[in-house]
DNA sequence: CATGAATGAGGGTTCATTCAT
DNA sequence: GATGAATGAACCCTCATTCAT
């Protein structure tokens, strides 16, 4: 990459990162492009030079989200480990990246409705694959017994919703701390899944 | 009340639905006047007479979502029940109203952010009031050794998010009777509280 | 006239002063029919059965104040009294009469151009005839060598000009009672006309 | 100022003075943007880029206006000169800015009440200071004994509402000429302040 | 690269007026 | 006579987007 386009990259992460702060703030519709350019010492036509459009910005926070989750995600679903310590893994992943980048974030829970029906479908497949992480052992855990018999799809459900509905009330200055808060959720989580057995 | 405010009543009942429904597909910002009258065969006009302002119909949508819980679950919490059995009532309330009501309270749950100040604290209050509901069930359990010793503000927080995350799934045709699925959530949520004792 | 159309002239008088009240107050533009009908605890649709149109309301304002001054001033004309004098007359009741019906004389001279086209004409015309009033005796006391040999059109502004200007400051608990201020301008304003024949 | 600020400043301008004129003609609430922007071959919203809402723009008006006169009227204070010919130069210099800024002046006079409690109050500030120029005179003219004991505050009056009234009749076609309307202005009404000392 | 300027499209809201009951 | 209900027609204003300089 040139110093040039470095540079516009460089502009462009700036731009999407003020972006999603506001976003999250105010909402999509309530944020106008002047808001952001004010914000970045822009102005509002110069964002047009990094970004072709308002959805696009947009979809952009959102597909870095999912980049962000995905990318934390996979490695740990190749680990080598029992389905119950790897969803633990999982969840106290989710819930860090969710608070080191909760606005990013916040928009991708948020805003999605926003997207246009292309870029929605983009999200919408890269969410499914990040969902199938979750999936994928919960099945694995019924097969092997590890785990009671509940619907995989319900279970993930419960978990997500759980989770993810930490940008409602999640702030920074709170009581706990992110690994206290991961280990809380996965705890209580994984815990019904548990079967058994004595 | 005579047959004429009964109609107009009804009329103003009709415009909320149909906005509920709207907002909840299209989000409130992308939901205009004209569409919500044209669904009703009406003039964008004809509207104002029912209604004050585009953001009063959130408003009543909001409210209208929150006295329906309350309705439902302010008679349980007066119930003589065990702390697990009567948190157990509650989450199944919680889920087949909002099943029942799935535009009005995707509303409430998804367009809080665009009421106006004024409003949105009445909405907060009564919030408030129905959260307490399940915190002290919480409080209670724990104090009378029947719970864990969780945090109940945490465990508030996942048993809602994982209920409310239901809006974003949840769908008439799906294979799960909105029974099963209170029972499910009552069953994975509740269990991760008891204690343990042999 | 029947008792039926009695009753129908006297609830439109009603209406006319009222909307003569409402309009001095907020303007002809920032008045609504409902206020209008508010104030009289009638219903917006209930005007229109006396009154066909709100432009028609200020038409009959403008027409009702240009009829009063007419029935005051006219009679005076009449009498026979050296200029001067007759000056002083018309003056007092002029005042007299913009105090007396503060309300549709502000609408009168506030809101002329509010009238469509036809109605202004009419109006016009009755003012026309009023201001010759003045412009009479103006022009009996040049020629007669009573008053000086200014301009009758131009004394004629400034008379009406000082006279009108009132209702900007008129106030009923004002220091001043009616008479006084009749007396002030009449003096003030004929004074400079009297010729200095020492 | 740079060429761009001065452009703009200029714009703005034109904008203001197209606004005076159309709404003196057809008042503030029958004159629409897309009118003012029309005239000036722009787009309703372009005005918006120059100015933040019609109100606004009225306000500009009236500031306008009432700056114009005191600037005029203030440095005439200053001189030293007796009450009467003070006075004098007073009505003469009112009648020519008014007749030199015909539009703006009339919006001042006739439209003031449809601007809102904070402008209102602004105009109403800056119009005492000018209105206290005249009573300054007046109460000078009587404490030295050159005028005749009459109440300055409705001589004030007097004098304002008769040279005001220009706005109602003035035309540029007319057979007087500025200099010839305000000397005229300035004879009839400082006469009768005159005291009568043989 | 940056931006001042301009605009099309659209949305919320008001209100005089009408009309069936 | 009276009125609840409905509406057409405007109007103000916002804002994403474009483009010449």
Redesign the pocket.
């Given at each position: 990459m040139s110093f040039?386009e470095e540079?516009?990259a460089q502009?462009r992460n700036e731009i999407l990162q003020t972006a999603a702060k506001i976003f999250r703030e105010k909402g999509y519709h309530?944020?106008?492009?002047?808001e952001i350019a004010n914000e970045l010492k822009?102005?509002?036509?110069?964002i047009?030079?990094y970004v072709?459009?308002?959805?696009n910005l947009l979809y952009e926070c959102n597909d870095m989200a999912m980049n962000l989750l995905l990318k934390k995600g996979e490695p740990i679903a190749k680990l080598d480990l029992p389905p119950d310590e790897k969803m633990r893994e999982l969840i106290k992943q989710h819930v860090e990246t969710l608070i080191d980048e909760i606005s990013l974030i916040t928009v991708l829970l948020q805003q999605e409705y926003a997207l246009n029906e292309e870029h929605r479908k983009l999200i919408i497949e890269k969410r499914d694959r990040y969902e199938k992480i979750f999936t994928d052992v919960l099945d694995e855990g019924v097969s092997t017994g590890v785990f009671e018999e509940y619907d995989p799809k319900m279970v993930k459900m419960i978990i997500f919703g759980a989770v993810n509905w930490m940008f409602h009330w999640y702030s920074k200055s709170g009581r706990l701390k992110k690994k206290e808060i991961g280990e809380f959720f996965a705890d209580y989580l994984v815990k019904p899944l548990i079967k058994n057995n004595q």
């Open positions: 040039r540079r516009a502009r309530d944020t106008s492009i002047e822009f102005t509002k036509a110069s047009y030079y072709p459009s308002k959805e």
